[in-house]
């Protein structure tokens, strides 16, 4: 932990170095320790989301969320929240139906405003949306078509006899302008999404759909943040040198970058590649580390039988037993190096 406030002495902010936590994890003990030594900084796995916080609607249920919220300022740490909006855990009243127009005007404002507003000023930054721009986008692609090319709701929406295609990003914009209105002056507002952060076409996508949110929802840049989720393997992964030059085109826009669910899953658990997975893990952390505009990176489940991926994939920093892996052993390398000046 020492490290990290000494790593936050040299970036002149803090620099939020964290993972995922949820209520119902069994390994209590394991979270508590590595979050008031390991990492100062968390994100609610699920705790959060949609289903989670508003099973009803109209009517706020965020017990989980800051449950979560508060497991991080027990052990010292900030916490970031994730997410306001994704087509995916959605609560079984969504989407029902419900007209472009309703989800538009009253049905996100209002889940945004009383899931932000009821979390508090003091979330570091909000997933606001999340994974709104398709995988089979190309360059050149407007931001309505990136967004259009995803293809779930809530660019197709029911409204009884049909869908009808979203025709444009109001339900984006919505999102963003209550966020603003409702979030802490200090909160960074992210569009959140995987498989981005290299020279590629997802990420001028989502490069295109912030400037729509500058531009068409007023948002100021120095309020946007783009999450590149970074789900990624030691065989698939984006280079430090494109990570950094994607983060150096936020920085010019006076945008943030942070990496929001990092984990490096292996093809297989040989010592071989958890030496890849550990310079991997390195050169995305000194890609945030080194650029001025990145001080949230988040690590997607602490071990490796609490990740999504499952145990085998041994995508995360520590194993099965709560033992640090090399990959472990790297970060704290390279924060130690940072720290000093290097
Ligand atoms: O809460 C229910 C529980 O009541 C039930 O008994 C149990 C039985 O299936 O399911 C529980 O819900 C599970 C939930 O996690 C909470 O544990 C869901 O089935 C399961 O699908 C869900 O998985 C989460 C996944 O998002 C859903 O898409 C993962 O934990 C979570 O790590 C993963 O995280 C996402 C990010 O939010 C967005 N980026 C991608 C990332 C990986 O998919």
Redesign the pocket.
Known sequence: RSTLQSVSTRKGQPFMFGS?YDTYESNQSFSSSVFSTFFNHVVA??GC?WDATEPSRGTPDLGECQAVQSFASKNGASFRG?NTFWH??TPSWLPGGISASDLVNNVIPQHVQQTIQGMGSSVTSWDVV??IVGDGVSNGMSALQCVQNKKVWPTQTSDGSSTTLVTDLSFVHAAFTTALKYAGSNTRLAIND?NTGGNDAKTACVLAVLADINANAGIPYNRLAVGF?S?ISATGFTSKSALSATFAKLAQLGATAMIT?LDISLPSASSGYERLQAAIWGDYLDACLYASNCNEFIN??PRDDMS?LGTSAAGTLFDSSGNPKIAAYEVQARLQRFAAGE
Request: aromatic share 18%.
């Open positions: 995922t796995e699920n989301k994730h995916s855990q999340n994974e995987y989720q789900h669910e997607w489940d999504w």
